[in-house]
């Protein structure tokens, strides 16, 4: 059974084993969240990013998919790199969304992982909104049969903290 818990703050400040990426296909780095796990975990990490772009990942990281790196300096074992959709209100993306929260676990698994932690993915430069993607994770979370004990939804601002919250039926911030 996986424990979903929930945190307001900052991600590369959190001890688990592995911290979830919302990167870009690039794997080469960007704002957010990736530009603050780079930089607070060192260049440790986006020298095996590079080595996965000369090997597996020649053409990029597909959305939807995820792979693992060292953490560095990060107090885990693993960076789990994702990538998001861009928001479309066009389009109905969500089914890759859900692959991102489903295809990092399949990753922790391999891994052994057992405490995981997910930003919001796609919600901030790639414009998801917060309730659809609250509803997103949640429900693929409680949906995917995995060997994570925690995964630990770790929201940047209240709001989305909030947002999260409500899904869950757990307490407001006081
Ligand atoms: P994406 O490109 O997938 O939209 P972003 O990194 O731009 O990814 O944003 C995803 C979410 O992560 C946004 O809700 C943003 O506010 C939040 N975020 C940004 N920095 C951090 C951080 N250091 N820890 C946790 N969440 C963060």
């Not at 590079?50 to 953490?71: C, F």
């Amino acid at each position: 059974m996986t424990s979903i818990t929930l945190v307001r703050g900052d991600i590369t400040q959190e001890s688990v084993d592995a911290v979830v990426n919302a990167a870009n296909s690039s794997l080469l780095g960007g704002g957010g969240v990736d530009g603050a796990i780079h930089r607070r975990g060192g260049p440790e990490i986006l020298a095996e990013c590079r080595k996965l772009r000369a090997s597996h990942y020649g053409k990029g990281l597909p959305t939807g998919r995820a792979v693992a790196t060292t953490a560095g300096r990060l107090d885990a074992r693993w960076v789990i790199h994702t990538v998001g959709p861009v928001w479309s209100a066009t389009e109905d993306r969500s089914g890759l969304l859900a692959s991102c929260y489903r295809e990092s676990l399949r990753v922790a698994d391999e891994l052994g992982a057992t405490t995981v932690a997910f930003p919001a993915i796609s919600t901030g430069v790639y414009r998801w909104p917060m309730d659809d993607a609250a509803r997103i994770a949640v429900e693929t979370v409680r949906a995917t049969a995995t060997g994570v004990e925690e995964v630990r939804f770790v929201l940047f601002d209240d709001t989305a903290y909030e947002t999260f919250a409500r899904r869950l039926d757990r307490p407001p911030l006081p």
